[in-house]
């Protein structure tokens, strides 16, 4: 826990950064670290440069970003579960003899879960549908038994 905070002075409001929301002035504990900021585009910048959660400060572009590296990852550790190094390698392996049923699954999954991923963009970039949520409505990413390819 960093027990920092940021005084956003143009709104006389407090922003936690372990919580990655704003604080009421009486959450704040003795002694923690209050920096004050001019502005909330500043404090910003500051939460970005130091890897900090943007939490209710994100932006549309932010979000929508997330989103789109959440995707990638899950896509990634799925083609892992079969060894693959990432999502590309095992959409490849279509192009090869051996593994070319795995390769013609990994791309059929990639585009199911591009083509919900697009469809939901406008709902996560409004703030209507958390990245948490979207990535839940994305297609079941799983291999098929061995009989099933």
Same mark, same amino acid.
Not at 39 to 50: F, M, N, S, T
Not at 115 to 136: C, H, M, W
């Given at each position: 826990?960093?027990?920092?905070?940021?005084?956003?002075?143009?709104?006389?409001?407090?922003?936690?950064?372990?919580?990655?929301?704003?604080?009421?002035?009486?959450?704040?504990?003795?002694?923690?670290?209050?920096?004050?900021?001019?502005?909330?585009?500043? $404090?910003? #910048?500051?939460?970005?440069?130091?890897? =900090?959660? &943007?939490? /209710?400060?994100?932006?549309?572009?932010? +979000?929508?970003?997330?989103?789109?590296?959440?995707?990638?990852?899950?896509?990634?550790?799925?083609?892992?579960?079969?060894?693959?190094?990432?999502?590309?390698?095992?959409?490849?392996?279509?192009?090869?003899?051996?593994?070319?049923?795995?390769?013609?699954?990994?791309?059929? $999954?990639? #585009?199911?879960?591009?083509?919900?991923? =697009?469809? &939901?963009? /406008?709902?996560?970039?409004?703030?209507? +549908?958390?990245?948490?949520?979207?990535?839940?409505?994305?297609?079941?990413?799983?291999?098929?038994?061995?009989?099933?390819?």
């Amino acid at each position: 826990m960093t027990n920092w905070f940021y005084h956003l002075m143009d709104k006389g409001v407090y922003w936690s950064v372990d919580a990655a929301s704003f604080a009421d002035f009486s959450a704040i504990p003795e002694g923690a670290n209050v920096i004050p900021v001019p502005d909330r585009a500043y $404090l910003v #910048d500051v939460l970005k440069q130091y890897g =900090f959660e &943007l939490g /209710e400060l994100a932006g549309p572009d932010d +979000l929508l970003k997330r989103f789109h590296e959440e995707i990638a990852k899950s896509l990634d550790a799925f083609a892992q579960e079969k060894q693959y190094d990432n999502m590309d390698k095992a959409r490849l392996a279509a192009l090869t003899a051996d593994f070319r049923a795995d390769g013609e699954f990994a791309n059929q $999954l990639y #585009d199911r879960v591009w083509t919900t991923a =697009f469809v &939901l963009e /406008e709902e996560v970039r409004g703030g209507s +549908l958390s990245v948490e949520a979207a990535i839940k409505k994305l297609p079941e990413m799983k291999w098929p038994e061995r009989g099933d390819l």
